[in-house]
């Protein structure tokens, strides 16, 4: 750490501090290395030290999305903020501030160790997302109830936790407590729980736990029914075809008709009902297997163009890496005769042929940008055909099912017009009337009310399967849309931030001959 910048006043994070924490920490893996370190990337940073700094609050750390640890003890820090796009952070240490809550942590899922130690916390919460914890440590804080730690049982790789200093030790043996309801922790308070330990507590609370590992059992299996049920969802929508499989269509058609429970009810009706949903069904169950099968076609054929993609990328870099390992040596060794030279029409000379080896080195990099840039164009564009042919495919196929659906729904019209007739006629002439349902007598009294709702009923089905049609073929074709464009927007990027990178480079090259001139 740098005597000099120790900042004396409580102060936020800002772009010059951070700034001055990189420029003594970086140290690049990459390709392209720059002598100057004010000109790195933030995204390109994996470690960041900024203890001792008395910052007040976190801020500014949005660019640092390859950071993989972050030193931030011994600050004023107050709230755990601002974390949101330290997606890679596996390492956060918030040692020896002035926090009271544990909180903000939601997006760094990939956190291993998390040191909270000598803060002001009172409860152990908020850590759901941390999959990944294996070492906390929340030692000198307020927790208070020995229970609260329980919390912590959800996390199946914690190896290590420190406990010391909160008011609950005042509790007794809660080294035991912890070795009976953390059969795979290995450290507690920085010392090994030994096996005597371990087959002590077992005894201690055996009862308890067994009753606990029961209820936690149930709760794990049917989390694991929850999440089996949410992959399957998932799955049916990637796959355009949710709620398609076996009556779910034919019985949203209906769920909305007032007059249904009614019509059911007329003499008839029931057998018609019945063999509509059978044939809607088997329909569906036929849209909805084609559905799973060209989502998965689909997936193999992106899995396939991102793996061409990067293969394509890996062989560029490594024919760069060739070209720069190549030049660098000759470029040592050319600066060196440079350096022995005395007479200045030679070293001019030298200074020339120097700059004409970089120009050459930029003409032979940029050259396999733009190589690997067409190329990637050429994939992007074929991928591009091969997905619209499935997109297509599966459209049109499912408009002609949709359609069938519709002709089903004409059909069951048809026939219940014929039906209502049959029932008008008999209400009309009070032949076997005493035979029907009080409520479908007072339906079928009037003529007109009774042909409206079948036609209202036949109008409202053929909107329902409609709506489904839509929702499919626009859903397919948006993402598809959306996937082009990603991959279209991704290469650009890439293509900008390697052509900047040469362009940087080469500066920087240059700028490094003006300085043995």
Known sequence: MSSEYIISEPTSMDKEILQHAVQELFN???????????QIHFNEVQKLSLEYKNILKIDHLWDFSSLSKLELNNNTIEKIQG??????????????????????????????????????ISVIENMDTLENLTHFFISNNLIGQLDNVLYLRKFKNLAAVNLFGNPFLNEGDYR???????????????????QKTR????????????????????????????????AELKLHRDAFVEFLNGSSLFKNMFKDDPKAQTLHCAPGVDSLIQTFEHQMGELCT???EMGLAEHKRRE??????????????????????????????????????FQQLSDPEVRKVKIDHCNDE??????NLMTLEFQLVSEMEEKIKTFDSSVSDMVRHFSETAQGMFSHCRHLEDDYY????????????????????????????????NRDAVMDALATAHDNHLLKINDRETQLTTGIRAWKEALIKGIQDEELKRNRTNISDIHRYMDNLREQLEELI
């Open 199 to 230: 087959k002590e507590a077992s005894i201690k609370y055996h009862y308890v736990l067994e009753k606990m590992r029961l209820e936690e059992l149930e709760l794990h299996q049917a989390d694991e029914a929850r999440q089996r049920h949410e």
């Open 358 to 363: 970089i120009n050459r080195l930029c003409k």
């Open 286 to 288: 036929q849209l909805f």
């Open 300 to 337: 193999t054929e992106v899995k396939s163009f991102f793996s061409c993609q990067e293969k394509a990328v890996t062989d560029c870099q490594e024919k760069a890496s060739q070209i720069l390992a190549k030049f660098n040596h000759e470029h040592k060794e050319r600066t060196e005769e």
């Open 414 to 445: 048809q026939k219940m017009q014929k039906v209502a007739a049959e029932i008008l006629q008999t209400v009309a002439i009070d032949t076997r009337k005493e035979d029907l349902p009080d409520n479908v007598i007072m339906l079928f009294e």
């Open 28 to 38: 690049p893996d990459h390709v392209l290395r720059f002598p100057d370190a004010s």
């Open 176 to 194: 035991f407590f912890i070795a009976a309801y953390f059969p795979k922790l290995m450290f507690l308070d920085s010392r090994i729980l030994d």
């Open 83 to 120: 974390l949101d796009h330290l997606i890679n952070l596996t390492w956060l240490n918030l040692s020896f501030n002035k926090i009271e809550k544990i909180e903000g942590l939601e997006c760094v899922q990939k956190l291993e160790v998390l040191n909270l130690s000598n803060n002001k």
